[in-house]
Structure formats: structure tokens, C-alpha cells
């Protein structure tokens, strides 16, 4: 009984991992991306948000910052997702 649960535990994780992975992948598929040459114009535009989701280590690092973007972390966007206004561009930028 154990190993049938067990069994049966991780084809469930299985196949959430499957599910999210296809929300992904569509995701991509359906985001706008732009270039950097899209990005230039819009700098200093208020109703564009720029965020740098780079890891706090390749973002401490790094000697090049876009003028105007805003450091968030990644992992807890549920900390800071709503003190943006949701009517605003937003672009999210790494490395």
C-alpha cells in the first residue's frame, strides 16, 4: 500500500511538473519580447517599467545598469508585484 502511494505521489508531481512546463512554454510563445533597440526609445517613459530580475549575486557584480530600471527580486514577486501600477508596461530583464 506504501509504494502504490508513493507510486501514485509522484506521478502526480510528474505530471504538475508536465503541466507547468506547458504553461511555460506557451508563455513564451504569447509574451512580447523586444530588443534592445525596442527598449531604447521607451527609457524614461512613465508609462513604461523597467525591472531587473537579474540574482542579487550576478546583479551586485555587474557594472552596467540600465538607467532608470528597478531591482526586484525574482524568487518573491508576491512581495512587490502590487506596488505597481497594473495599467503600466512592464519589461523584465536578466541575465
Known amino acids: 500500500m506504501k509504494k502504490l502511494l508513493l507510486c501514485m505521489t509522484i506521478l502526480c ?3 504538475a511538473g508536465m503541466v507547468f512546463l506547458g504553461v511555460l512554454v506557451q508563455a513564451q510563445d504569447t509574451v512580447p519580447r ?12 512613465p508609462d513604461f517599467i523597467l525591472i531587473d530580475v537579474r ?41
Open 13 to 15: 508531481i510528474a505530471a
Open 34 to 45: 523586444m530588443t534592445k533597440e525596442d527598449l531604447k526609445p521607451q527609457l524614461g517613459n
Open 55 to 95: 540574482s542579487m549575486g550576478d546583479w551586485q557584480k555587474d557594472t552596467l545598469m540600465i538607467k532608470g530600471a528597478v531591482r526586484e527580486d525574482p524568487v518573491d514577486v508576491g512581495s512587490w508585484m502590487d506596488k505597481y501600477p497594473k495599467e503600466k508596461t512592464f519589461v523584465f530583464y536578466c541575465s
